[in-house]
């Protein structure tokens, strides 16, 4: 699994919760903090994986002028071909409620040693375009092209698409990874599934609908060809997600939700 691969994954699976049935619906997030338990995906070729196991906490909050994510992504990883590794990302970004601004913050351990650090900025204008800059691990400043999402803005646009009906779309995402710069991202909703499937979380409430989803990430300066990694899951209409597939060249995950808690908004003027 790639250090890219790694951040991108838990920013993209995050509890992006609305107050549905409000006018304003697609312009609040509700903090939410929720846990997905990860298995090695045994329907699948594995590339010398014999066993893979870990856990990914996310938690989204709220202050007055945006949206605090953090995110944990713990595994372990054992192959015939490379000794066990034991991977603990821990990542943060807050980003502007009108989605123009991020600050973003990762640091990433394998088998108890730091192997990467990432702490920057970006900033786009009102057509989406701008530019990042590193503090860590180096200075670097890119451009970001017309249409760039930050990871909040991304996850609301894809819950509006699936209320609306829509089969899916294709966009740039800005995450913070230093590795990819900038990925071109294509997502793909599926017709809308029944509430009263089997495999619905006792987490969630039966009420709501859902959707599969399938999103590919392609590194900056390939935008054809094969994903660098792909990510399955079912699209709750309060934001949740859960049945995640997580499918990288050489291997692939499954994860379960395990835990939901919403948390409190704050009061603001």
Same mark, same amino acid.
């Given at each position: 699994? +790639?250090?890219?691969?790694? =951040?991108?994954?838990?920013? /993209?699976?995050?509890?992006?919760?609305?107050?549905a049935?409000?006018?304003?619906?697609?312009?609040?997030?509700?903090?939410?903090?929720?846990?997905?338990?990860?298995?090695?995906?045994?329907?699948?070729?594995?590339?010398?994986?014999?066993?893979?196991? @870990?856990?990914?906490?996310?938690?989204? *909050?709220?202050?007055?002028?945006?949206?605090?994510?953090?995110?944990?992504?713990?595994?372990?990883?054992?192959?015939?071909?490379?000794?066990? *590794? /034991?991977?603990? *990302?821990?990542?943060?970004?807050?980003?502007?409620?009108?989605?123009?601004?991020?600050?973003?913050?990762?640091?990433?351990? /394998?088998? =108890?040693? +730091?192997?990467?650090?990432?702490?920057?900025?970006?900033?786009?204008?009102?057509? @989406?375009? @701008? #530019?990042?800059?590193?503090?860590?691990?180096?200075e670097?400043?890119?451009?970001?092209?017309?249409?760039?999402?930050?990871?909040?803005?991304?996850?609301?646009? *894809?819950?509006?698409?699936?209320?609306?009906?829509?089969?899916?779309?294709? +966009? +740039?995402?800005? #995450?913070?990874?230093?590795?990819?710069?900038?990925? !071109?991202?294509?997502?793909?909703?599926?017709?809308?599934?029944?509430?009263?499937?089997?495999?619905?979380?006792?987490?969630?409430?039966?009420?709501?609908?859902?959707?599969?989803?399938?999103?590919?990430?392609? !590194? !900056?300066?390939?935008?054809? @060809?094969?994903?660098?990694?792909?990510?399955?899951?079912?699209?709750? =209409?309060?934001? /949740?997600? #859960?049945?995640?597939?997580l499918?990288?060249?050489?291997?692939?995950l499954?994860?379960?939700?395990?835990?939901?808690?919403?948390?409190e908004?704050?009061?603001?003027?």
């Amino acid at each position: 699994m +790639t250090k890219s691969a790694c =951040g991108i994954l838990a920013l /993209i699976v995050f509890v992006a919760g609305v107050f549905a049935g409000t006018d304003a619906w697609s312009q609040i997030l509700r903090p939410a903090r929720a846990v997905y338990d990860l298995r090695l995906n045994q329907s699948r070729d594995n590339s010398g994986v014999d066993a893979a196991k @870990g856990r990914l906490v996310v938690e989204l *909050m709220e202050d007055c002028a945006g949206y605090v994510f953090n995110q944990g992504f713990i595994t372990r990883i054992n192959s015939s071909e490379a000794p066990e *590794m /034991i991977g603990n *990302m821990q990542a943060s970004v807050w980003e502007s409620r009108d989605g123009r601004t991020l600050r973003f913050n990762l640091v990433n351990n /394998i088998n =108890g040693k +730091t192997v990467e650090r990432e702490r920057g900025r970006a900033e786009l204008d009102a057509a @989406g375009a @701008g #530019d990042a800059a590193w503090q860590l691990p180096a200075e670097r400043r890119l451009a970001l092209p017309k249409g760039t999402l930050f990871p909040i803005t991304y996850n609301r646009t *894809m819950l509006r698409a699936a209320m609306a009906g829509s089969r899916g779309f294709e +966009t +740039t995402l800005f #995450d913070g990874s230093n590795d990819a710069g900038y990925y !071109h991202a294509s997502v793909f909703i599926g017709d809308e599934l029944s509430p009263s499937r089997d495999k619905r979380s006792k987490l969630l409430a039966k009420a709501l609908p859902s959707w599969p989803v399938r999103l590919a990430y392609y !590194h !900056h300066d390939n935008s054809v @060809g094969t994903p660098e990694f792909e990510v399955g899951f079912t699209l709750y =209409g309060d934001g /949740i997600v #859960d049945e995640l597939f997580l499918d990288y060249p050489k291997f692939g995950l499954t994860g379960q939700l395990v835990e939901l808690e919403y948390l409190e908004r704050p009061e603001c003027d």
